[in-house]
Every structure is written in structure tokens, then in C-alpha cells.
């Protein structure tokens, strides 16, 4: 989960050059900041840095970070949605996938590279409330007042995404994975109505590349029957629900990934150790679970506690599945 970012002093000082976007537009700089944290811990696999908007430009949406996504014409009628277009990403977004080429000439080749994209109803979000929100409540109100059209722009960017990650598994991504960062602000009727077709169309269009396709629906506890549907090999779960739990819910046929609140790692060491083995014992002995925050590291994390993490979730889960 964010494996760059503020935490890591490296990234400060690249940061203290470029502003946020021209760092996810520059190959070198971005392949860079995603290597920093491969560099200084003996991590399984690297995430691509970008950011979930990037593919949106292509779409025709103007946008800036201030410091969070701010949308200059947020979609707030049905005609809005008229004026998306869907791009070819070798034309839109070149950088994202020359980033994914040089990162695969340079990770050690036992990391692989996992590529992403933002989900359609996060994009959703952004496109209709036109910035950052705890409630995105314009968002869901558009569902309410126009929601034939509200599928209709969820089905754009489905289908925008999937060209998206697509692209990316040609430039060399080893594994994909969607980030519903705001599928917990629906109800399980409106995610089964409105969110969960536009991610199983876009995952279902990746099923032919035969790679690890994950679905992160953040604070999605209510939604996990419905998100094990979607289509997605491995789902992502936040720190609010017990892994075991999880597992009972998406049944034997998914992997989990998950599920350490980022909170403890600013707890003393004895007690961050605490909190990793309760996690590795719920995720139980049983293979398919990939050990992550619950959801993005905080800026303020101590690296040191980073490291201490990995370390201590390869020493107590060698051997665990035979290997």
C-alpha cells in the first residue's frame, strides 16, 4: 500500500525538485521513487508509481492537486458525460507505460511489478464532486437523481480502465489491481446495482492475460460477498475486518490481501509485532494470503518500522506454506 511516498526521505528529496505531476509524468522519476522502497527493503514485489487520475486526462478531464484531485469541469448532468472520450493509453498516457518498461529492466527479476488503476465508481467520485470529500455526497446524489446516466459514465470508465491495465500488462506489469478508495460509502444494494458491474466489466476483460487481477474495495466489510464476484483473483481488505472473517466470506477459491492498520506502525516495537502476528494468524496457514497495510502508509511512519515489518513477516512465515 503506497509503498513510495512521504515517509521515505529519498522521496522528499525528489519531491523537493518536481512537483506531484510532473513526478508521474516523468518515466526516470517515477520508475525512481517506485525503486526506493525496493532499494531499502527486501519487499516481494514494487507498485508502479502514478496516480489514479492519470488515464482521465486522456479522457478529456482537466484536472490539478491541490494537494488532493481537483476536477476544473466536474460532471453534473447527464450531457456531461457526452464530452468523455476513450483514448488509446499508447497515445494518452506513454509515460505511465515507458515507467513500467524501465522499471522491469531494472527490478531485481525475482520482484515483479504490479501495475493499477483507480476503480470506476472512485473515479466516479472525483468526476462528479469535482474534488476530495469524506462523503462525496454530490456523487451519490447523481446516482439517485440520474442513475441510468450514472451507469452509463461507470460504464465509460470501465471500459477506459480496462484498456488502461490492459496497456500496462503489455508494457510489462505483472499483476493488476483496482483501488475502490470510496466503495464503502454505498450501501450493498447500491455497490450490487451501480459499482460492482462496471469493476467486474472491466476485470472480465482482463481475464485473458492471465494475470493476478486484485480488487481493493476500501472499508468494503459490507460488500466483500458481493465484491468476491467481481471477477478479481485477490481481494484487498482494510484493517476493520478479521482476515479470517474475510476468508469464510470470499471462500476458498480467492486469495486475501491485507490487513495491518498503518497505525501500528507508530507503535513500540514489541507491540507492531504483536499486531503482525495477529494478522498472519488470522489469515490462518492456508496459501493464497499477501500480507499488506489495510490501507496507505502514513507520512509520518517511521522507515525503520517499515523495515521491521517485512523483516518480521518473512521470519515468521518461512516455511509456513512448505516453501
Not at 25 to 50: C, G, H
Request: charged fraction near 25%; proline fraction near 8%.
Amino acid at each position: 500500500m503506497r509503498q513510495a511516498g512521504r515517509y521515505l526521505p529519498e522521496y522528499r528529496a525528489v519531491r523537493e525538485k518536481v512537483d506531484f505531476l510532473t513526478l508521474t509524468k516523468t518515466p526516470e522519476l517515477a520508475a525512481e521513487v517506485t525503486l526506493q522502497p525496493i532499494r531499502r527493503y527486501p519487499l516481494d514485489a514494487a507498485i508502479l508509481f502514478s496516480d489514479i487520475m492519470t488515464p482521465v486526462e486522456g479522457m478529456g478531464v482537466r484536472f490539478d492537486f491541490q494537494p488532493g484531485p481537483v476536477v476544473a469541469d466536474p460532471i453534473r448532468t447527464p450531457a456531461d458525460i457526452d464530452r468523455l472520450r476513450l483514448a488509446d493509453p499508447r497515445e494518452s498516457v506513454p509515460f505511465v507505460l515507458e515507467t513500467i518498461r524501465i522499471l522491469r529492466r531494472e527490478l531485481p527479476p525475482q520482484v515483479p511489478l504490479i501495475g493499477f488503476a483507480g476503480a470506476p465508481w472512485t473515479l466516479f467520485c472525483y468526476l462528479v464532486e469535482g474534488h476530495g470529500s469524506k462523503t462525496f455526497v454530490k456523487a451519490k446524489a447523481f446516482l439517485f437523481a440520474h442513475p441510468e446516466a450514472a451507469r452509463r459514465l461507470l460504464d465509460r470508465l470501465a471500459e477506459a480502465m480496462a484498456a488502461y491495465l490492459r496497456a500496462q500488462a503489455e508494457a510489462g506489469a505483472q499483476a493488476l489491481m483496482l483501488f475502490d478508495s470510496w466503495a464503502g460509502l454505498l450501501s450493498p444494494w447500491e455497490f450490487r446495482g451501480f459499482a460492482l458491474p462496471a469493476v467486474q466489466k472491466t476485470l472480465g476483460s482482463l481475464q485473458d492475460l492471465n494475470l493476478p487481477l486484485i480488487y481493493f474495495p476500501n472499508q468494503g466489510a459490507t460488500l466483500l460477498a458481493d465484491a468476491a464476484r467481481s471477477g478479481a483473483h485477490v481481494l484487498g481488505v482494510d484493517w476493520r475486518l478479521p482476515l479470517s472473517r474475510a476468508r469464510e466470506i470470499a471462500g476458498p477459491a480467492l486469495a486475501v490481501q491485507g490487513n495491518l492498520d498503518p497505525a501500528a506502525l507508530f507503535a513500540p516495537p514489541q507491540e507492531l509485532d504483536r499486531q503482525i502476528r495477529r494478522v498472519l494468524d488470522e489469515a490462518g496457514a492456508t496459501p493464497g494470503h499477501v500480507f499488506n497495510l489495510g490501507h496507505g502508509i502514513e507520512r509520518h511512519t517511521d522507515p525503520d518500522a517499515v523495515a521491521r515489518l517485512v523483516d518480521r513477516v518473512h521470519e515468521w512465515t518461512q516455511g509456513k506454506y512448505g516453501g
